[in-house]
């Protein structure tokens, strides 16, 4: 998963990439009369406020806000959502554009195109390996992985193993102990 930071600086872009992507449509909408690619600014909208809403939740949980109000899974259908709604919006202003003859309207419509393409890119890279995550942590029916955290890459808040009865130990950590003198009986 993106680090929280890497995360922030795509939201940022995600916000950036409207400014070019509005003049650029609306232009090409103005010019060619016709509603694609220029309908792109809704995406690109919406992409827009749901980043900056998410950035500044984050500013303000990080000022000690207890107030949050999207989830985790909100943030995650909301990302899912836009990628699916941008990639919509670029197949559908593809296809259009080949209906257009004139060679400068085609090169507009498809530079509008690219902040589409760049934010479809942000949303789908964030979305991606949270969906791993709630596929993996899912798809485990023992009542043991279920209710310990799993390590490794998909783990966002615990790192270690936690053993939920003393014969979930493994041996070389029990000889460790045995050895440092502490006891396996708290």
Not at 129 to 152: E, M, N, T, W, Y
């Amino acid at each position: 998963m993106p680090s929280p930071a890497t995360t922030v600086v795509l939201r940022k872009i995600s916000i950036v990439a409207f400014v070019p992507g509005l003049i650029l449509l609306l232009i090409h909408g103005i010019v060619a009369s016709r509603p694609f690619p220029a309908l792109g600014i809704l995406p690109l909208a919406a992409s827009a406020l749901f980043s900056l809403l998410i950035i500044r939740r984050d500013v303000i949980a990080a000022l000690g806000s207890p107030i949050q109000a999207l989830s985790e899974l909100n943030i995650l259908v909301g990302d899912v959502s836009l990628a699916v709604f941008h990639f919509i919006f670029v197949f559908i202003s593809w296809t259009q554009l080949t209906r257009v003859w004139d060679e400068g309207q085609i090169v507009l419509g498809t530079y509008g195109t690219v902040p589409m393409m760049l934010v479809f890119g942000i949303h789908f890279s964030i979305a991606l390996p949270q969906l791993f995550h709630v596929v993996i942590k899912r798809s485990c029916d023992c009542p043991h992985c279920r209710s310990v955290a799993k390590a490794g890459y998909f783990s966002s808040s615990t790192t270690e193993y936690t053993p939920l009865n003393d014969g979930d130990t493994e041996p070389e950590i029990v000889d460790r102990d045995i050895e440092e003198g502490v006891s396996g009986s708290h």
